[in-house]
């Protein structure tokens, strides 16, 4: 999923950040697809290297950022032309019809008011830290618990409101645990875990001095912030228990779940933020840790977890302040990325005030950018996929008629969402900037009015027309509970897709994208779900026993595999392999009945839109933490499982791209 900003203020829904689809990385221009191969590298030994290999040789990462991708230049683009839009209204007004564009443009022009924020300087953070210094005891947090999560503050718990996961029709209360500090929990006791926390401590002191704090009174705070997140770590879910859907999904009835904690009055907290409309149950995501939250939140631990939300604040407000504090803010971030610069605060500035307004901006540039003929040819496109899916089911050779008949349903009910929505989510035309109030407070009152929407939805009905995505967002998903597949308009551009590219390259891109989405449908999550998005089991004993062994085979083909200092986790990748497998697979029926099909052109955009280039210390992170596969081996791996790919470059046994047949996977 994109990410342009820290998600520091507003806490996006859970459960879209979880089920994100297909992220991107690789590729950079249509125009690049022409270079020639380096003489050194074989089609045949690294296909990924030598299509790639002009583009891999010159292309250099941006100082500012991690990676080098096609999710990267696309977005910049996008930017650059939605920023000069903004120029210009900012210039002369932005059109006062369209309110909440309008609202934007107010609030990004704060944003760019660096004067302003230079002479506040991190006057605008104070009065959060001393909000959370004065509280002393456990019953002063009971008073302000339900207040601070409607305020986005840092907590040992989040609520979330959004759709529940055994009937989608309705809205669920999500409660889940905070992240750590370090990315994942296999960092900690690390050398790099430990060098890094190092790095962050020093930070932290700087950062505390910057906000009048004397060095022993830093270094207090740092150790006991430290310490808590020590607490949280132990009960922290690793990236392969994330990823799979149906374990976070815990309901327990209210009256259970607050009587689970002494330190922490739940009943209290759901009361306010409900408005007295207390659900029957709240849906833990993690059960250990709700199960044992006094160890962590008691009396005993009570400065610790002070000293952890000041640190999470110090921290997560870098973008909201002056320059001199955002560089200091900067060292943890660059020194895990493996970044040398801080972006230009220009560009921070309006990634600052896109956070709260993205769906705005991308509702604009949907309607100025994305034409009509590029969405009804794409809207083909898909409708072709589904029907190419709709028919390998109706022949699949090994599901029974019941589940085939289910699955067929779930097809059939797919919500397909192309280019920009209709309608903004009705939120939008409650935000209102305050002109005298800083950017710091106006960014927590828009957070506020966020999180507050969100709670209002509880006791209705899910709205299934609301995107997961902004239209301006260079991404595609998958959404279980919606049963929906989601392409914003930014993607629809070369190298995924083109009106100037040709058929075979369109859909060895944006082709094969759709059918990776579709094919989350019936990945070891999706599976779970049913037409209407609700979890149901709708399978067969003996046909989910068949799945199994095809999606276990697709763990044991990537598991292990080498990369970056590390190796692959096959099962942390499967559903995004799997999802890999029969996009590709599903796109490339397709070219093979064009009366022009281009097997070379279309296996060869497969490889150009995954090129990428990362520094060692992102590709460690991603190793750990991200559901796909290094980009290198999405592009090669697959490409191993059909033998038209060997026919096309004229592959043999004993070349490098060369998998013998036996050891080949294919699940749809």
């Not at 990776?516 to 989910?544: C, K, L, P, Q, V």
């Not at 933490?625 to 026919?647: C, G, M, S």
């Amino acid at each position: 999923m994109k990410q342009k900003a820290n998600r520091v203020l507003i806490s996006l829904t859970l459960l879209i950040g979880l089920m994100a689809g297909l992220s991107f990385t690789g590729a950079n221009s249509v125009a690049a697809q022409s270079e020639q191969p380096a003489a050194e590298i074989r089609l045949q030994d690294d296909f990924y290297e030598a299509v790639n290999a002009g583009w891999l040789a010159t292309a250099e990462i941006p100082a500012d950022s991690p990676q080098l991708t096609s999710f990267y230049t696309l977005s910049k683009e996008i930017d650059e032309t939605l920023r000069a839009d903004f120029a210009e209204m900012l210039e002369g007004g932005a059109p006062e019809e369209n309110a909440e564009l309008a609202e934007f443009i107010r609030y990004y022009a704060q944003a760019l008011d660096f004067d302003t924020r230079e002479a506040e300087g991190v006057a605008p953070l104070l009065p959060y830290i001393e909000e959370i210094e004065n509280l002393e005891t456990l019953d002063d947090f009971n008073v302000v618990w339900a207040e601070w999560v409607i305020e986005g503050m840092p907590l040992p718990f989040y609520f979330e409101v959004t759709a529940d996961m055994a009937d989608a029709t309705q809205h669920a209360i999500y409660v889940s645990m905070p992240e750590n500090i370090l990315p994942d929990k296999s960092y900690y006791g690390s050398e790099i875990g430990d060098q890094l926390l190092e790095i962050y401590a020093q930070m932290q002191v700087n950062l505390l001095a910057m906000l009048g704090k004397s060095e022993g009174e830093a270094a207090v705070i740092v150790e006991k912030g430290l310490a808590f997140d020590d607490r949280l770590v132990t009960y922290a879910l690793t990236a392969e228990e994330k990823s799979i859907f149906t374990a976070l999904y815990n309901p327990l009835p209210v009256a259970d779940f607050a009587a689970g904690s002494k330190s922490i009055d739940f009943a209290a907290i759901l009361d306010d933020l409900t408005g007295g409309n207390i659900p029957e149950q709240v849906v833990r995501t993690s059960t250990a840790y709700f199960d044992n939250i006094d160890a962590v939140v008691n009396a005993e631990t009570l400065e610790e977890m002070k000293s952890w939300m000041i640190l999470q604040m110090t921290s997560s407000m870098k973008n909201y302040l002056s320059e001199a504090y955002r560089e200091a803010a900067s060292i943890y971030e660059m020194t895990l990325l493996g970044t040398t610069e801080i972006s230009p605060k220009e560009e921070v500035a309006y990634e600052s005030a896109w956070t709260l307004f993205s769906e705005v901006v991308g509702a604009h540039y949907g309607r100025t950018y994305f034409g009509e003929e590029a969405k009804t040819d794409v809207t083909r496109m898909v409708e072709e996929m589904v029907a190419v899916y709709k028919t390998r089911l109706q022949n699949n050779t090994w599901l029974s008629e019941a589940t085939k008949t289910e699955a067929i349903k779930k097809l059939d009910a797919m919500v397909i969402n192309i280019g920009y929505p209709e309608k903004l989510p009705p939120v939008y035309s409650l935000l209102r900037v305050d002109a005298q109030a800083s950017f710091v407070e106006n960014a927590m009152n828009l957070t506020k009015t966020f999180l507050a929407s969100r709670f209002a939805l509880l006791g209705t009905e899910v709205d299934r027309s609301e995107w997961p995505l902004s239209a301006d967002t260079v991404n595609a998903m998958y959404m279980p509970t919606s049963n929906s597949i989601n392409f914003p308009a930014a993607i629809l551009q070369a190298p995924f897709y083109s009106l100037e590219q040709t058929p075979s390259q369109n859909y060895g891109g944006i082709g094969a994208v759709i059918a990776h989405e579709i094919s989350h449908a019936f990945d070891t999550n999706g599976a779970a779900y049913d037409e209407y998005g609700n979890m149901r089991n709708w399978w067969t004993e003996s046909d989910y026993a068949e799945f199994d062994k095809r999606t276990q085979a697709m763990v044991v083909e990537f598991d292990g595999l080498p990369y970056a200092g590390g190796n692959v986790d096959g099962k942390l990748t499967v559903t995004e392999n799997t999802a890999d497998a029969g996009g590709l697979s599903c796109a490339l029926e397709v070219v093979k009945g064009l009366p022009d099909g281009d097997l070379e052109a279309f296996f060869t955009n497969w490889a150009v839109i995954w090129r990428t280039k990362i520094s060692p210390e992102m590709a460690q992170m991603l190793l750990a933490v991200d559901v796909h596969a290094p980009t290198k081996l999405r592009a090669n791996i697959q490409l191993q499982n059909f033998e038209e790919f060997f026919a096309a470059f004229d592959i043999r046994e004993g070349d490098g791209m060369w998998r013998a047949p036996e050891d080949r996977v294919a699940i749809w």
